[in-house]
C-alpha cells in the first residue's frame, strides 16, 4: 500500500532526474522540429493547418518580427499538450526578444515539461533549455530571486550538480526563510535523501504561508509514511480534502485515505 501511495504522490510532486554535465546553451541540434514534423506528419496534432500557416509566416520574418510567431506557435503546441516543443518555442521568442519576462515564461515552461517525454535525449535538451532561459534572465536581473530558484530548481531536479543546485537554495532560504518554492524544492530534496523530518518541517513552513497547497500535502504525508507514522499520513491528507476544491481531487484524496485506513485497519 505504502508502494502505491508513494507512486500516487510522485504524480504531483517533480521527481529528481540526474543526468550528465550540461553547458549554458542548448544544443544546436533540436529535437523538437523532429518531433513536431513527426507529429504533423502523423496527423496527430491538433491545430495543424494553422501551425503549418505559421511557420510559413515564420520564413517571411526576421529578427524581432519572429517573437510574435513564435509566441502563437508555442501556444498552438502548448494547447495540444506539447510543452517541450511549446517551451523550445518559447525560447525562441525570447531570443528573438530578449527580456527577463520572456526568459522566464519560456524556462518554466521548459522545467515544467522536463518529466512529460520519457525519451532521454527531448529531457536533456528541455534541460538544456531550462537552464539557459533562467541564466539569460539571471543576465538581465542579477539580483531577482525568481530567476535564482528557476536556475537552481534546474541544476536540483535536471542536473549532476544538486548540490550547487541546494547551496543557492539555502542561501536565498537564509535571506527569504518562508519563500514557498525555496521550501517546496528543498523538502522534496529531503525526501528523497531519506530526511523526512526536515522535508515534513519544509512543508510546514508552505502550509502555513499556502494552505491550500495540496501538493505540499501529499508530500508531507509521503514523509510521514517514510516515518511510518501512518495516523498523521491520514490526518494530513484528510485536512486536504476538506480544502480540495476540484471534484477528482478530491475523490483521489480520498480513495487514498480510505486505503492507508484499510491497510492500518482503522
Known sequence: MKKQFLLIAAGLA???????????????????????????????????????????????????????IYHELASEWIQ?????????????AADADPSYENYMHAGTVLFDAMNTDTAQ????????????????????KPEDTEAKIGLATVLV???????????????????????????????NFSIMSGQYDKAIERFTTVLEKDSLNLQARYLMAESYLGMQDTINAIN?????????????????????????????NI
Open 157 to 187: 531536479q535536471g542536473t549532476n550538480q544538486p548540490m550547487d543546485g541546494i547551496l543557492m537554495l539555502r542561501k536565498i532560504d537564509n535571506e527569504d526563510p518562508g519563500n514557498v518554492k525555496v521550501n517546496m524544492v528543498l523538502g
Open 80 to 92: 495540444a499538450n506539447r510543452l517541450t516543443i511549446g517551451g523550445d518555442y518559447l525560447r525562441q
Open 121 to 140: 535525449q527531448m529531457r536533456m535538451n528541455v534541460i538544456y533549455g531550462a537552464r539557459y532561459c533562467f541564466e539569460k534572465a539571471m543576465d538581465i
Open 14 to 68: 517533480v521527481t529528481l532526474i540526474f543526468f550528465f554535465g550540461f553547458s549554458n546553451k542548448p544544443p544546436k541540434k533540436s529535437v523538437y522540429s523532429e518531433l513536431s514534423e513527426t507529429l504533423i506528419d502523423s496527423l496527430d496534432i491538433p491545430g495543424e493547418e494553422k501551425i503549418l500557416s505559421l511557420e510559413k509566416d515564420l520564413k517571411k520574418k526576421s529578427g524581432v518580427q519572429k517573437a510574435g
Open 236 to 264: 494530513t491528507l484528510e485536512k486536504g480534502l476538506k480544502l480540495a476544491q476540484d471534484v477528482e481531487i478530491a475523490e483521489r484524496i480520498r480513495q487514498d485515505i480510505n486505503s492507508l485506513k484499510l491497510n492500518k
